[in-house]
C-alpha cells in the first residue's frame, strides 16, 4: 500500500537553528499538509498546499514557518529559528483530491523535533 | 466543548469485549474521520463518514453520525490486544481540507 515518508523520524536541534522537515507524498495525491502534535495535546493543522502555493495556514504557522515542493516528489516544512515550544510530532499528509468527501488522509510517521 | 473532543478520555476493557468512543463538534461538516494512533507512531486512517451517511462498517469497525446532535461514534467489536492505541475522530468542513483533531480515547484492551 503506497505510504508516505518523512525523514528524518528523529531531530534534535539547538533552540534559534534552522531546521527542514522532508516528507514524500503518495505520487498521485494533490493535496499535501503538514500537522503538529505537541506531547499529550491534540494534533493540529498547520497548513495546507496545493498547486504550489498554500491554501489555508494556521495561526501557528507564521512566518518562522514555510513550505516548498522543491521537485515533483517532496514537500519540506522549514523552521527558520526554532524555538523551545516549536518541540512536537510534526506529521506530513497528503490526499487524492479536494473536496475530501470520499477520501481520508494519509500520514506519514511522523518526525519527533526536540529543541533544546 | 471544542471541536471534535471524544469522550471517554480514556477506556479499558478485557479482549473480546466491544469499546465505543464518543466524539462531539461544533460546526457543521462534511465528513468526519476516525484515526488511530499507536504510541509514539502515526496516524492511520480508520474510516470516514460523509454528512450525509449515518451509519458505516468496516470489518470490526462500526461509525455512526448524527449531524443533529453534532455526534459520532466509533464502535469496535470483539476488540484484540492488538487494538491497544489512541483514537481521534477528525472534522473535515470540506474548503479548506484542514482536519480538526480531537483530544482521542485512549483505550486499553487487556488479554
Known amino acids: 500500500e503506497p505510504e508516505v515518508t518523512q525523514t528524518p523520524s528523529h531531530q534534535v536541534t539547538q533552540m534559534g537553528q534552522e531546521v527542514i522537515l522532508r516528507c514524500v507524498p503518495i505520487?498521485?495525491?494533490?493535496?499535501f499538509y503538514w500537522y503538529r502534535q505537541i506531547l499529550g495535546q491534540k494534533v493540529e493543522f498547520l497548513v495546507s498546499?496545493?498547486?504550489?502555493?498554500?491554501?489555508?495556514k494556521s495561526e501557528i504557522f507564521d512566518d518562522q514557518f514555510s513550505v516548498e515542493r522543491p521537485d515533483g516528489s517532496n514537500f519540506t516544512l522549514k523552521i527558520r529559528s526554532t524555538k523551545l515550544e516549536d518541540s512536537a510530532m510534526y506529521f506530513c499528509a497528503s490526499s487524492e483530491r479536494r473536496p475530501i468527501g470520499n477520501y481520508g488522509y494519509t500520514f506519514g510517521s511522523g518526525t519527533r523535533l526536540t529543541v533544546v | 466543548s471544542q471541536q471534535g473532543e471524544e469522550d471517554p478520555q480514556a477506556l479499558s476493557i478485557q479482549e473480546g469485549e466491544n469499546a465505543t468512543m464518543n466524539c462531539s463538534y461544533k460546526?457543521?461538516?462534511?465528513?468526519l474521520q476516525w484515526y488511530r494512533q499507536n504510541s509514539g507512531r502515526g496516524l492511520v486512517h480508520l474510516i470516514l463518514i460523509r454528512s450525509n451517511e449515518r451509519e458505516k462498517h468496516s470489518g470490526r469497525l462500526r461509525v455512526t453520525l448524527d449531524t443533529s446532535k453534532k455526534s459520532s461514534s466509533l464502535l469496535i467489536t470483539a476488540s484484540r490486544a492488538a487494538d491497544t492505541a489512541s483514537y481521534f475522530c477528525?472534522?473535515?468542513?470540506?474548503?479548506?481540507?484542514?482536519?480538526?483533531f480531537g483530544q482521542g480515547t485512549t483505550l486499553q484492551v487487556k488479554p
Open positions: 460546526t457543521s461538516i462534511n465528513n
Open positions: 505520487s498521485n495525491h494533490l493535496y
Open positions: 477528525a472534522t473535515d468542513e470540506g474548503n479548506t481540507g484542514k482536519l480538526i
Open positions: 498546499f496545493y498547486n504550489n502555493e498554500i491554501s489555508e
